[in-house]
């Protein structure tokens, strides 16, 4: 069982990542204990958890038993997983490895005694959806449940984060141009990786409250039309929204292709907005983020 006395410390796996430093911060920012699980401690990423005030602990998801050890002694566990194994493409493989590691993770926390689960899952996941990573996230949820788990699952719609990455805005002829493979009218969710970091703290500050619930999270719900023109208002520039023929997308990946089908469907779970803001006031919208990010970079 959970040593009493480390009762405000809380096992971040996935700490190295975008939302697993960001839970990270926002515990560190409430006064929390954070040992963040990493495989290797002088790795980039891990020596900055570690200045920023985590405990670093030595673990592996394909080991129970080095899990089994980092659960000891704290009173939560964050955990948030990937299926991207191996380059940028998601693979049947990696979404089985996703699997396995996230139904272990449970386990161990349940035979560990661990007070209180908080798992990052995703918007939309059911064992019914054609999409394949909706599906494993969806059995991962299952086995927290069926194992009587007390857990906060959090159901996290697509980053604000991505307009860096993959759905990053180009400047052609002088107008600047999102492509999302979607219908410029087909409305889509957004949340910035911040806010999940501040919804899992409130979740491990509130466990009476939060305690058995499913959320899903989101900051915003805008068309692509509406996507460009708080780029284009944020950038001070023409903006326009242009889709992405779907074959083109399938082309490069056929499961990222199932989940923006998906998406432009209209079919997804919707996030309740302002019951998410009565919870977490200085929740981001997508106008919110761009300007935060202007502001960095002047």
């Excluded at 963040?36 to 200045?51: F, G, I, M």
């Excluded at 999302?180 to 970091?197: C, F, K, T, Y």
């Amino acid at each position: 069982m959970a040593d009493p006395t480390e009762s405000t410390s809380v096992l971040v796996i996935g700490a190295t990542g975008q939302q697993g430093s960001a839970v990270t911060r926002s515990l560190l920012a409430r006064g929390l204990a954070v040992h963040a699980l990493v495989r290797d401690t002088e790795r980039p990423a891990a020596r900055e958890l570690r200045a920023s005030g985590a405990r670093l602990v030595l673990g592996d998801l394909d080991d129970p038993e080095s899990l089994s050890a980092a659960m000891a002694g704290v009173s939560g566990v964050f955990a948030v997983l990937t299926m991207m194994m191996n380059g940028p493409t998601i693979t049947p493989e990696g979404i089985a490895t996703e699997e396995r590691r996230g139904t272990t993770v449970a386990e161990v926390a349940a035979k560990t005694g661990v007070g209180h689960l908080v798992y990052s899952s995703v918007a939309g996941a059911s064992t019914e959806s054609t999409v394949a990573h909706l599906r494993s996230k969806a059995t991962i949820e299952a086995r927290i449940r069926s194992l009587g788990l007390p857990a906060t699952i959090l159901r996290p719609v697509s980053f604000m984060e991505n307009f860096t990455t993959y759905a990053t805005p180009v400047v052609t002829d002088g107008t600047l141009v999102v492509s999302l493979a979607m219908r410029p009218d087909s409305p889509m969710q957004l949340i910035a990786v911040r806010d999940i970091g501040e919804f899992a703290a409130i979740a491990f500050g509130r466990p009476e409250e939060f305690t058995g619930q499913t959320m899903v999270i989101a900051g915003d719900r805008l068309p692509g039309t509406a996507i460009a023109e708080r780029f284009g208002r944020a950038r001070g520039v023409p903006a326009r929204f242009q889709p992405v023929p779907i074959e083109r997308l399938r082309a490069f990946d056929e499961e990222v292709a199932r989940m923006f089908e998906w998406l432009d469907s209209g079919d997804g779970e919707l996030a309740d907005l302002s019951a998410l803001r009565a919870v977490h006031p200085q929740l981001m919208t997508l106008a919110d983020w761009l300007d935060g990010r202007e502001t960095e970079t002047r």
